[in-house]
């Protein structure tokens, strides 16, 4: 059965010793039922991985090239020497400030299948697109257009993360409602694709101002496998009491 995933998504925050200080309190959250794993900014990432905790990490970006003249760039292998084995693909953040298209996206997911990263792909609509109605719609083009040129072994590698765009970062949180209807919406999508079974094993996790108070009831539907948390991925004291709203 499909696992309970709780991701931290620490975006461009904190200093090297806040960073430090927070994987060492991440790690010490009770993981019995729940697949902890942290987004650190990149240039912390080599001083977390030393100091071996019991704690999954992952990149928050890479550019899908293996080497090259890409200056500024990071290469899918040049992290995974640093020890990830998880990369967030397709947030709403490089999607709108860094023009990532979802030709792009497909892109970054064959660079990191190929070196056998675990891919957390981020997909969501903006609020003029639920107003039009339209949100299926187009959550699932974003699905097309850069996962579904996969195979279904290939897509047990992927965990997908509904983020929509109005609740990020807002305080704005999508209801259980709405959270339930776009995730059995998603799930019905990859049935379709691929089969009922390999759907079923998809974890898909809600993203978008989820906190302490918010999080059982999102976490109780039967869609919703856990969440990508931003702002209160911070702070361990709330996402150690989000982790124990499973
Ligand atoms: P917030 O939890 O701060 O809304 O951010 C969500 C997010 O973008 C996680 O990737």
Redesign the pocket.
Known sequence: MRKNIL?G?W?MNLSENEAIQLAKEVSEINMSNVEVIIFPPVIYIPSIAKLGLNLKFGAQNFYPKDKGAFTGEISINQLKDAGISYV?IG???RRTILKEDNEFLKEKVNAALELDIHVIF?CGEELKIREQGVENEFVKSQLEESLFHLTGDQLKNITI?Y?PIW????GLTASKEQAEAMHLYIRETLAQKYTKDLAAEISILY?????PSNASELFACPNVDGG??????LKSTDFNSIANSF
């Open positions: 991701a998504n975006k967030l947030h709403s953040e981020c993360a983020e609740a990020i970062g807002t993203g978008g101002s989820c906190n990508l948390i931003g702002g209160a991925a």
